[in-house]
């Protein structure tokens, strides 16, 4: 019998590092032969303008470090929007951020890439990514001069020095955007959102801001799994009518009620519901009534006894009299009605 030669072992996937059931050809792929998709030069018009505006912020990254914050801010977000329309997508903004005043940890769904400059249009912020991005071109770059925090997920002894290093950003009145699904997802369904990011907004007394974003078509601007950034660019760049929706939602304020998987619970739930389509309001269930709150029916009456002299007989019906005068006794008096069930105040 001969044995094959031994050889490299795989690689180990860590149990605790988030994944998606996602995948490119499922869920990313574009919608269809029919589908609405611009002609190759425009799709190549918008790569080359996309890639541009990218190159630039690149270049422009280390002046815009010597601006005063809110002039920075301001930059920021005029470069996230000349991104998104260089690659024909149409920003759509649904409510106001609260004023900025004290550390705000910004909380969204990772549904693509575009998430980045889709997110930094409205809230710009350090942003918490994981390291590989810092090896992407040009956008790595461009990301590692923005201040973002890089996360090695597969390197769990790593994450209290990164949880940290956010609760330091935030002491110092910085804003920290975080993905805490920890992998990105097609947008029709969401992960869960993972607790440790939250304890960097407990340390610092942050306010937490859950962000909702969506795509419309939900294939084009997907970016899940083994999927590559360059088949990621040409499927954006051909979606024709791709919108972008960022969706502000009310913040969750500092308290010390709060553990970080409760305040990760609320952040999820508050943007999972928004998701959801209205239904209608069910209507009030009935409470049943006890044993000893339902009144028996009443036995049934015996045939009334005449008592001499036509006088009505105790604790019967009316009773006919000898001489056809009715009397009426004293159980025949007319009682109110009692209820069949109760309804709970």
Known sequence: MTTAPPGPAPSAVSPWLPTAPCTPGRCAAHPGPGAPAVGPVRAAARLVAGLAVVLLGVLCAPLTALVPGVARTVLIRLWARAVLRAFGVRLLVRGRPAPADGPLLVVANHVSWLDIPLVAAVLPGRMLAKKEIREWPLLGGLVARGGTLFIDRDGLRALPGTVRRMAGALSGGARVVVFPEGSTWCGRAQGRFRPAAFQAALDAGATVQPVRLAYTPHGPAAFVADDSLAASLRRMARARGLTAELTVLPPIPPSADLDRRTLARAAEHAITGHRREPRAARPTPRTKTP????????????????????????????????????????ASASAPAAPTHLTAP
Do not use: E, L
Request: hydrophobic share 40%; glycine share 12%; aromatic share 0%.
């Open 291 to 330: 044993a000893a709150a339902t009144v028996p029916a009443s036995p049934p009456v015996p045939a009334p006894t005449p008592a001499p002299g036509g006088t009505a007989v105790p604790g019967r019906t009316r009773v006919p009299a000898q001489g056809g005068v009715a009397v009426a006794s004293p």
